[in-house]
């Protein structure tokens, strides 16, 4: 009897240290590389005790691998009862879950103060993870991809970039599974995948001493048809098509379902030199008069150039109307002016500015000293005296579509 007594006050001893000691070496896994402790537990559960769990955890897997179990069998907070059990610690969320796994036979039991001391950790360990990096995602045709910009480590150790990546959820960490892809390397596509699903990844950096970093988020949605070249618009930013300078400010705007990259701009059938797209550009026209011809390619984020160029058609005018008559009378009080025969080349005539000189007809529309009594799109105009007025000397000129001016007609009236 006195022995069954001290069998169950032991039984009772045992499961009493339990929680402390379990909460030592789950903690250890954590925040150390490595560790080694002993377990003893009482399985109230089952009804079995259960002594001599000797745990090995790897910080790197998580996992707290129980090698020594009294009767082969042991319960998690008395829940649930299992044969042969390991508890995994998630880094991420600290959750323990259970998976059942065949164990050795029994270990004579330790205490945690048998710890080796070479398990302990160094004072100038590298505990730091590298700095986290900048990651994108490009859909393909059925890929994605990938790119993230270069990270460095404090501690000077070179750095290995981990992926994982799948269709659905993100990946909860880079800790656990096969990634897509493990180096040195700071892009990576992943090919082979279906069409109109979002793939989600995880990248982190991990040092030479196993630190990782959490990660950061990229995504993306593989494409299923062949790609092809952006397509895009040109207009300036006033609306005109005509000019009379060589510089013409556009407003540039394109589309792709992978997004624009680059454009290129020529007045020629090729073009070679691309730059970053812009919506806004101000290109410059080849010499000479005419007609001119500004032709754009653009190229999305997976190297795919317009088939066909974009074009806008404008015009170079540096040249002002020829020609023009003018005609005149006067009658009581008015002097009536009519005009025509102004020539335009390039463009068109849109207005006409009839000015007049006090003592002899202006040498320019623009001349100082001389008064403009008229500008407008018509072609006659009739002067209403405010006083008697004998004498009027008076030029005619047209003025073009982008603001070039002739030399005019003139006429000089007198009244008897």
């Not at 890929?143 to 270069?150: A, G, M, R, T, Y």
């Not at 699903?197 to 299923?224: H, K, W």
């Not at 990259?261 to 000479?288: A, K, N, V, Y």
């Not at 009739?382 to 007025?389: D, H, P």
């Amino acid at each position: 009897m006195q022995n069954k007594a001290r069998q169950n006050q032991n039984q009772k001893n045992q499961q009493n240290k339990m929680p402390a000691m379990l909460t030592t070496i789950l903690t250890n896994v954590l925040t150390t590389t490595a560790a080694l402790g002993v377990v003893t537990t009482m399985n109230t559960a089952c009804g079995e005790a259960v002594t001599d769990e000797s745990a090995d955890f790897d910080p790197l897997e998580g996992a707290v691998d129980v090698v020594g179990v009294q009767e082969g069998v042991f319960c998690e907070n008395a829940v649930a009862c299992t044969q042969g059990t390991d508890i995994l610690v998630d880094p991420i969320d600290h959750e323990d879950t259970i998976q059942t796994k065949p164990l050795p036979s029994v270990v004579e039991p330790r205490e945690l103060s048998d710890v080796p001391e070479d398990y302990e950790i160094a004072a100038d360990a590298d505990l730091i993870p590298p700095s986290e990096t900048v990651a994108r995602a490009v859909a393909g045709v059925n890929e994605v991809q990938l790119s993230w910009d270069p990270v460095s480590d404090d501690s000077g150790s070179s750095v290995v970039y981990r992926v994982f990546g799948n269709a659905g959820a993100a990946p909860r960490s880079c800790l656990f599974g096969q990634p897509v892809y493990e180096g040195t390397d700071t892009s990576f596509v992943h090919t082979n995948l279906a069409s109109g699903v979002t793939y989600r990844y995880r990248i982190c950096a991990m040092d030479e001493s196993g630190n990782v970093t959490d990660g950061v988020f990229a995504q993306a949605m593989p494409l299923e048809f062949p790609m092809i070249g952006p397509r895009g618009a040109l207009a300036t930013t006033t609306g005109q098509r005509a000019f009379r300078n060589s510089a013409v400010d556009l407003v540039v705007s394109a589309s792709d379902v992978s997004g624009i990259s680059q454009m290129c701009f020529s007045e020629g059938d090729t073009c070679t030199e691309f730059r970053p797209f812009d919506g806004f550009f101000i290109f410059g026209l080849s010499r000479g008069n005419g007609p001119k011809k500004i032709n754009a390619w653009f190229k999305d984020n997976l190297g795919n150039v317009s088939d066909v160029p974009t074009t806008l058609k404008v015009i170079v005018d540096r040249n002002p109307p020829v020609g023009g008559e003018v005609q005149g009378k006067l009658r009581t009080g008015q002097a009536i002016f009519r005009w025509n025969n102004f020539l335009e080349n390039e463009t068109s005539v849109t207005r006409y500015r009839v000015v007049m000189g006090n003592q002899a007809i202006p040498s320019s529309c623009t001349s100082p000293g001389s008064t403009v009594i008229y500008e407008g799109s018509a072609t006659s105009f009739t002067y209403e005296e405010s006083k008697y007025r004998s004498k009027y000397f008076v030029r005619v000129c047209a003025i073009d579509e982008v603001g070039n001016i002739s030399s005019g007609a003139t006429i000089s009236l007198f009244r008897d």
